[in-house]
């Protein structure tokens, strides 16, 4: 891409990502078109329970097995603009469960990474900075969990606690959550100590506290913010997996536990493509959208990724 | 084409022009360079870092990289031009007739080959046919060259110093006996007494095979030791070159003057001298002469219409308005 | 090459031993943990769903006894642990007389060969068109339809098993809508077997290839991006060398180093993901065998299945580790000292 740094004239390019450039590097598309689609689903979510009638995700409220406005089940009815997204076997409106679903799902994955993320930055700081045995012990205690297929030991308890609230799920997955994380703030710790600015910080008698906050912090915020975007999708994932396996919450109405009950229906070879079909679409609009704010983050943090796409 | 001396031109610059685009404009790294190269001298381009020195040498390599380009000129090597080439009949040349000793050595190694396979990547792209056996022994014999024992052969860079891993460049630049080796700050990342080892096994290997050099650096000192005649480049632009005697003795651009001034000497104590001013954005220079920011002796002259190179004295050629004037006043 | 670096090399080793006993001591202390007497919890659960728990009795005494829960803590966790080396995980709570050691020896297979398929897809379709992604002399046609092909990834791998069943098997009747291989087809080193195997697996890889390629590709489009700043690419440009052997021996070979890496700490999501997958399409695998006990409250089939995946995982990403210094000599386990000298 350069010839070398040195070389470089004009606006050098720096390694980390610099916010305080000639072009505002978050106004990346990608960025800003997941970050659109996420606040759609909060605002759905939000919004929806104003002009939806909530009370339609309780079982028995509505027709059983309605299809969606415009299409015909099997039986030959046809959808009705009372469901417009139809209802399935137990008489829940889809668009209800979607209203409700949604936020929810968000909700777990949101919580899971703050909480994990958390940790991450604690545990990550502690290691880049305080090295030694600390590290050791953090990398050796992060790399292990990383190891472990973390869907199974969830399955194990969660097939033990059968009545879990989203947010208790949201804690265990969190469990979960904070390797990732410990070991990219890490990483960039311990390269921004060796970095020129931060030597001197240090140099000129700045305290460890400023340091971290004043100097290493800003500089790794695309990144902070990426990991969370991405233990987010994680959680959401293995919550997702947990209910479409039947576990997690059992009262709460969730986009997974609607897939879950759907393939228990048979509503593959019932050809009731709505009951399953709408939560997986609503599901993968929610994840293109975090996967979008990542590559956008991710160009953020690495200007020469962006020159690369731009 | 001959100098004074008969010696035939190896490589020829005109009017190169490397530009780098920026959202902010243009960056005028190389603007407008000219010199030209004799059979098996070896002629130092120094300047401050970021004059462009580089930048002319991968721009006389057709390297540039974006958002790098090369705007125009000629670079005519044997009197082929380089910039009319096809990208195949580039490839070809390259390396075969035209070698690179990096600036960083460090790096300039790939880290999951052993060194004879780098070596041997470049004999097998440029010549045909050759038997195993004769690249083995090739490669042995210009590790013996550049004075590294055999064993490097069978190693990778990362179990090498950096005075090795600079050596192993070496071997590489003259496996295929090139005219012309671009040495580009080849020595500076080492330290000094190591620097100046490797210094000296370039200068043999290179006198050894009559080639010729140009290199790039910063080091005033190292430089006087080592080349025939030295070009200085201030913001893209040669301002003097002259034979390496001459420039010492008589440095004849303000610019020279600064930089052989601020080379060192153990016999008498004198104050560093900081260049007072600014430099120029080096997307809009200045109109007229790009030193004038800086220059002691700048006249008004300067600040309208730029310099052209003149012959002060036999074979010095300086863009300086202080000699021009004089010259227009005979 | 010369003598293994002992520290990494036991560092590495205790790493996978204290991921299996974490585990197994995850796993043992959960039921203990949980609210209640979950024996007596899950007994009545079975008794709910299925009316009648046949061998009720024998289980709770096979329970009771696996556990000795008259014994004190300590007691039985050595015992357990000293089962669990001999592969003795107890009974099934649903099937009674089946070991569950018995039922994981037969799925496991599916199971690994399912995902070494995939992941090898994976990683090299999505190396291969990343690499593509970043290299200069791409045609821009293929670079602008790479990026279109991603559309599905992120998405988790079980949605996209759905949707594909339903697409390919439900509607268009073009792949067998479950199971591993044909109807009265018996496991034998036959045509037909193979073929039906290849023909049954299509779909569980496809569901996993199409959502996780992506991931390999932007990582090795970054990594790409990163290696050709690099002085050694400037050198290889300069010297001349043919740009197809440029881009597969000093650019990919040398981006592909932190992919692997990247393989080795994401095969644990891997393996999740493809439990779910084997459970979409009822795929004879462990997935396949842990939904199943779910459904059936077997707790012991559920604790014995999760605890051989991740073994499973471990050791591959032991393998994995093992392996990588063998392909980057800089991390050799040959002695890596610097060469004195000029």
Request: hydrophobic fraction near 45%.
């Amino acid at each position: 891409m350069s010839l070398s740094p040195s070389l470089e004239p004009g606006p050098s390019t720096p390694k980390m990502g610099r916010l305080n450039r000639w072009d505002t590097p978050w106004l990346n598309w990608k960025f800003l078109s997941g970050m659109s689609i996420i606040g759609l689903i909060v605002l759905i979510g939000i919004c929806g329970r104003l002009f939806w009638n909530m009370d339609l995700v309780y079982v028995a409220s509505s027709p059983l097995n309605l299809p969606p406005v415009g299409f015909e089940n099997r039986r030959g009815q046809e959808g009705t603009w009372e469901h417009p997204l139809g209802t399935e076997n137990r008489g829940c409106d889809m668009l209800a469960l979607m209203v409700i679903g949604a936020p929810n799902s968000l909700y777990v994955g949101i919580l899971a990474a703050s909480l994990g993320l958390s940790v991450g930055v604690i545990f990550g700081f502690m290691a880049g900075f305080i090295g030694n045995w600390v590290d050791d012990l953090i990398r050796l205690i992060s790399d292990t969990t990383m190891t472990i297929p973390s869907l199974l030991v969830l399955i194990i308890i969660q097939a033990l606690i059968p009545q879990v609230s989203l947010t208790l799920m949201a804690c265990l997955l969190a469990l979960f959550a904070w390797p990732a994380p410990t070991r990219l703030i890490r990483a960039q710790v311990l390269s921004m100590r060796e970095s020129g600015y931060v030597q001197m910080a240090r140099l000129s008698g700045a305290s460890v506290f400023r340091l971290m906050f004043g100097e290493i912090m800003p500089n790794l915020l695309p990144y902070l913010a990426a990991s969370f975007i991405g233990s987010s999708a994680g959680a959401i994932l293995a919550a997702v997996g947990l209910e479409g396996l039947g576990l997690g919450p059992q009262r709460v109405p969730t986009l997974g536990r609607t897939i879950y009950l759907a393939l228990e229906s048979s509503a593959l070879l019932r050809n009731m493509w709505w009951w399953w079909g709408l939560p997986t679409l609503v599901l993968a609009i929610i994840f293109i959208g975090l996967f979008l704010i990542n590559l956008g983050l991710d160009e953020i943090a690495n200007p020469r990724l962006r020159r690369a796409s731009g | 084409m001959l100098d004074q001396n008969q010696k035939p031109v190896v490589l020829e610059v005109e009017g190169l022009r490397v530009y780098y685009e920026t959202p902010a404009g243009d960056v005028l790294a190389v603007n407008g360079v000219d010199f030209q190269l004799y059979q098996g001298e070896t002629l130092g381009l120094v300047g401050e870092s970021g004059c462009g020195k580089s930048t002319a040498a991968m721009g006389v390599l057709q390297l540039v990289v974006p958002p790098g380009r090369i705007v125009s000129g000629q670079v005519l090597l044997d009197g082929q031009n380089l910039l009319d080439l096809s990208e195949r009949e580039l490839r070809k040349l390259r390396w075969a007739k035209l070698s690179l000793i990096p600036q960083g050595a460090m790096n300039s190694l790939n880290p999951t080959m052993k060194v004879n396979r780098q070596i041997q990547d470049v004999i097998n792209a440029h010549l045909d046919r050759t038997s195993k056996q004769e690249i083995r022994d090739r490669i042995l014999e210009l590790l013996q060259m550049v004075g590294l024992p055999e064993r490097v052969y069978h190693m990778y860079p990362h179990q090498l110093s950096g005075g090795m891993k600079q050596r192993v460049c070496i071997a590489m630049a003259i496996a295929l006996s090139p005219q012309v080796i671009i040495a580009d700050e080849s020595t500076s990342a080492l330290d000094v007494v190591v620097q100046r080892v490797v210094a000296q096994t370039l200068l043999r290997v290179k006198e050894a095979l009559g080639v010729s050099m140009i290199m790039i650096g910063h080091d005033m000192g190292l430089m006087a030791q080592m080349v025939d005649r030295i070009a200085v480049m201030y913001a893209g632009k040669i301002v003097e070159i002259a034979l390496v005697k001459d420039i010492f003795d008589q440095p004849a651009h303000p610019y020279s003057q600064l930089l052989i001034e601020s080379v060192p000497s153990l016999k008498e104590h004198k104050p560093l001298k900081v260049t007072e001013g600014i430099t120029h954005d080096p997307r809009h220079p200045p109109p007229g002469c790009i030193f004038q920011l800086r220059c002691p002796l700048v006249m008004d002259q300067c600040r309208q219409q730029e310099p052209v190179s003149q012959e002060v004295r036999p074979g010095q050629w300086v863009a300086c308005h202080a000699y021009q004037s004089s010259e227009a006043d005979q | 090459m010369g003598s293994l670096s002992i520290k990494a090399l036991v560092r590495r080793l205790c790493i996978y031993f204290l991921t299996i006993w974490v585990s197994a001591t995850v796993i043992f202390c959960i039921p203990r943990l949980a609210p209640g007497d979950p024996i007596a919890a899950m007994i009545s659960r079975m008794s709910q769903q299925a009316g009648y728990v046949e061998n009720s009795d024998k289980i709770i005494e096979g329970w009771r006894k696996r556990f000795g829960l008259d014994d004190t803590p300590m007691t039985q966790y050595v015992r357990y642990l000293r089962n669990l080396l001999r592969f003795d995980m107890g009974y099934s709570m649903a099937f009674f007389p089946t070991t569950v050691s018995s039922m994981v020896k037969r799925a496991l297979p599916w199971t690994l060969g399912l995902l070494f398929v995939s992941i090898i897809v994976t990683f090299l379709l999505g190396n291969f068109l990343g690499a593509l992604l970043a290299w200069r002399r791409t045609p821009s046609v293929v670079k602008m339809t790479i990026p279109v092909t991603m559309i599905f990834t992120s998405i988790p791998s079980f949605l996209a098993a759905i949707f594909l069943l339903y697409v390919f098997a439900f509607r268009l009747h073009l792949f067998p809508l479950r199971g591993a291989y044909g109807r009265g087809l018996q496991p034998e080193l036959s045509w037909e077997f193979i073929s039906s195997v290849i023909y049954h697996g299509i779909l569980p890889v496809s569901s996993i290839v199409l959502v996780s390629f992506g991931y390999w590709a932007l990582g090795m489009r970054g990594m790409m991006i990163t290696v050709e700043g690099e002085d050694y690419m400037h050198l290889a440009q300069a010297k001349g060398l043919n740009p197809f052997y440029t881009l597969y021996r000093y650019m990919v070979r040398n981006a592909i180093l932190p992919q692997v890496t990247a393989l080795a700490i994401s095969l644990g999501t891997m393996v999740g993901g493809q439990i779910l997958v084997e459970y979409i399409f009822s795929y004879p695998g462990m997935g396949t065998l842990i939904f199943t006990a779910i459904r059936n409250q077997d707790f012991n089939v559920i604790q014995g299945t999760s605890f051989i995946l991740i073994v499973t995982t471990a050791t591959a990403v032991l393998v994995i580790d093992l392996i990588y210094p063998f392909i980057d000599p800089r991390i050799s386990y040959a002695n890596s000292s610097i060469e004195k000298g000029h």
